[in-house]
């Protein structure tokens, strides 16, 4: 023989669920089974799951994942499943796939390249594995052979590259297989997903099986784990540099099996079609995002400050998507058991009805508050099918200005305390709206989007304050041309007064006209500057000679946009550390945790600054 039936399986995974993660595994492994697979390959720390964090380090953590895969090796009748966990070696931690066939546990394959870039710090956790290096390892009394292993079935030889292996140039792995002639090779991955990585992820699998000479697969984890980084579960199979299989991503499943029919003699497969949309990528995701973090966080919804402006609407958006996508794909029980609600729609609009139960909004109105955004937020909640208040906030920010005002012995003024009685509006909007989410269970969802974080354009405790922060990772300029898209590809009406409007805090008397570039500069400077300071780390003088050439802007107003914003970045790094946890949804973030690191007290640039001034 040299044919076998191979599946590859994403799952939906959560640290410190062995209950829910084990169920999971079984499951697709029952399915395969009931397919007559051959051989079942899921992604890397399938057990645990990916996000484990300092878990990996402790003794513990690494010893029960093993008792589950004790517990997981007797139904493995009759099929062969390679799952990842974590394995302890004395001092050391390996990030390993165990191969267990026909319910008997043959080897561990170790991962031999970290990653240690972006949101990933695997060097904190594991080791990685010397090429070539086997070992025998003690798996509760029986010796395992553990380290750089190939195998075979059907006549079938396959191998292992783990995630950043594949990534790793022509150190990688798979080279070391190719001399080997392994007909066969899996990628099981924990790849973080970004708006447009899936072409890179294409790219690799296909340029590795023309490298590698093997049919390469492909399989990534799925969902949100812990709150940031979400998982697209991905699978991909190719040979011959030609993408032979490719599922639908970014499901709301907790498992999917993806089945091909591999002979090692056939070289004409059907080929897949890939298409990549931006725009779609951002929704599918960020709703996936929602659903599990509101599902895992255990909680009855989300709240939300609708201000009828761009962020908040974005978010609503979202939140109706989550809705809309969800019962599309599992249906409305199945949807509704998962986020652990227990209702019966009742008219011919369930996801309206859905939405109304789990989605409460409100617009909190100042002084300063326009007639045309109240407009916008309520069309725009009623038209998904959102819960909406009003209110205003003007007692409560005429006694706070009162107080101050009697304690300083003094009136405060718009020409001396701008930014005070600018910030004191949106403060006073966060204890109520706080109120409703505790009184809702539910989580208070944050408006801040990447753009805003880059300059401090936000209020700590005040519309920074949160639970998630959905779109902190986005920057403005992308949010823009997204609600428009949103209104006419995806049918919300609703966001017509909102993509009406020009963006602003409306938290100036409404004489100032104030909107939010002139208090900045453009959205589309600032995506460009960001894009050669944080992605790039370019030095502001760089940049201005980069930007000079790309831009059709004077070179001294291009100065100003620059200096202010590395003036602006370095002064606010402060308020970044105390965001909301955000989903990772583009190439880079402003995250201090899980991207960008800046020390929050530093010189601020000034040097760099003044050569631009001296150019």
């Known amino acids: 023989m040299s044919s076998l039936k191979i599946a590859c399986a994403t799952v939906n995974q959560t640290p410190l669920d062995w209950t829910g993660n084990l169920k ?103 080791t990685p594995w010397n090429a070539h290096e086997v070992i025998d390892f003690d798996f509760f009394g029986q010796p395992i052979p553990l380290g750089d292993i190939v195998f075979s079935k059907n006549e079938v030889s396959y191998g292992f590259e783990i995630c950043e292996d594949a990534w790793r140039g022509e150190v990688r792995p798979g080279y070391r297989l190719k001399e080997k002639n392994i007909d066969v090779i899996f990628n099981p991955s924990a790849s973080h997903f970004a708006m447009g990585k899936s072409i890179q992820r294409e790219d690799l699998v296909k340029n590795s099986s023309t490298l590698l000479n093997a049919t390469y697969f492909y399989i990534n984890l799925l969902g949100n784990e812990t709150g940031k980084m979400i998982f697209d579960g991905e699978i991909l199979v190719a040979k011959n ?53 509101m599902r895992k966080s255990k909680s009855r919804g989300f709240v939300l400050s609708l201000s009828g402006g761009a962020d908040s609407s974005s978010i609503a958006i979202l939140v109706a998507e989550m809705v809309r ?41 100042s002084d300063n508050s326009s007639y045309a955004t109240f407009q916008s937020a309520k069309s725009l909640a009623e038209s998904i099918g959102a819960k909406f208040y009003n209110w205003e906030i003007s007692d409560e920010v005429k006694s706070y200005t009162e107080k101050i005002e009697k304690a ?106 104030q909107t939010d570039e002139q208090d900045l500069m453009p959205y589309s400077v600032i995506v460009e500057i960001e894009r050669l300071a944080i992605r790039d780390r370019r030095s502001p003088l760089d940049i201005f000679y980069i930007l000079n050439e790309e831009l059709p802007i004077d070179k001294e107003t291009l100065k100003g946009y620059i200096k202010k914003f590395f003036k602006l970045w370095s002064r606010n790094q402060w308020k970044r550390e105390r965001l909301a946890p955000a989903f990772h949804l583009d190439e880079f973030s402003v995250d201090p945790k899980s991207w960008c690191r800046f020390p929050i007290l530093s010189g601020g640039f000034e040097e760099e600054l003044k050569a631009l001034d001296e150019e």
Not at 248 to 261: H, N, R, T
Not at 284 to 289: D, Q, T, W
Not at 333 to 344: E, M, Q, S, W
């Open 241 to 293: 540099g030609e993408l032979l299989s490719k599922n639908e991503i970014l499901s709301f499943a907790d498992y999917q099996i993806q089945i091909f029919d591999y002979d090692k003699n056939k070289e004409n497969y059907p080929l897949v079609d890939s298409q990549h949309f931006k725009n779609e990528e951002f929704v599918k995701a960020a709703s996936l995002g929602l659903f599990d973090y």
């Open 325 to 365: 996508r969800g019962v599309k794909e599992l249906g409305i029980a199945p949807f509704l058991k998962k986020l652990g609600l227990v209702y019966i729609p009742k008219t011919a609009h369930p996801e309206k009805e859905i939405i109304q139960e789990i989605f409460t909004t409100a617009y909190q109105a």
């Open 408 to 513: 300083l012995g003094r009136k405060l003024t718009w020409e001396k305390d701008d930014l005070a009685l600018q910030n004191i509006q949106a403060r006073s909007r966060s204890p109520i709206i706080w109120m409703l989410a505790n009184i809702e269970n539910a989580l208070l969802l944050t408006t801040s989007n990447r753009s805003e974080g880059d300059v401090g354009y936000t209020t700590m405790d005040g519309d920074t304050s949160g639970s998630i922060s959905p779109i902190a990772s986005v920057d403005k300029y992308f949010l823009l041309q997204w609600l428009k898209w949103a209104e006419v590809e995806l049918g919300y009406a609703g966001l017509k007064s909102v993509n009406a409007l020009q963006p602003t805090a409306e938290l100036r008397p409404n004489e100032n006209h």
């Open 24 to 126: 999971n595994i079984t499951n697709a492994i029952e399915e395969a089974q009931n397919s007559q697979v051959d051989l079942l390959c899921f992604p890397e720390l399938t057990i645990t799951g990916y996000g484990s964090e300092d878990l990996y380090l402790s003794y513990w953590y690494p010893q029960k994942a093993l008792k589950k895969l004790e517990k997981l090796i007797p139904f493995c009748k009759e099929i062969t499943v390679a799952v990842g966990l974590p394995v302890r070696v004395q001092e050391k931690v390996y990030n390993c796939m165990a191969i267990i066939e026909n319910a008997e546990l043959k080897a561990f394959a170790a991962k031999q390249f970290m990653a240690i870039d972006g949101v990933h710090y695997e060097f904190r956790w594991f």
